[in-house]
């Protein structure tokens, strides 16, 4: 099994923790668990939807042109490959 396709644990700090869908963004998770993201380009261009990753680790599925910092994800193209935290 390859091991990007499994649900992962999501922790929001000071919010909940539930599981990843296979195949859908960190962003699309964090929606259907009614979790407010600002976003805009949903592609990796933009930046405006980032967020500390506290913990854990994500793969990106396509090369993101925004700037972040290093603690730093953009949850509209990434994927968890591990239980990961966030700071929203
Ligand atoms: S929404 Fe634009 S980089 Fe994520």
Do not use: W
């Not at 976003?39 to 680790?57: M, N, P, Q, V």
């Not at 290093?70 to 935290?85: F, G, R, Y």
């Amino acid at each position: 099994m390859n091991k990007d396709k499994q649900a992962r644990s999501i922790s929001v700090t000071n919010g909940p923790s539930f599981l990843s869908t296979p195949d859908h963004s960190i962003l699309d998770d964090l929606e259907v668990q009614g979790i407010e993201v600002e976003y805009h380009c949903r592609e990796g261009f933009c930046g405006a939807c980032r967020c500390k990753l506290i913990s854990g680790e994500v793969d990106y599925t396509l090369d993101p042109l925004a700037f972040i910092d290093d603690d730093e994800i953009l949850p509209c193209c990434t994927i968890p490959i591990t239980d990961i935290t966030l700071a929203i």
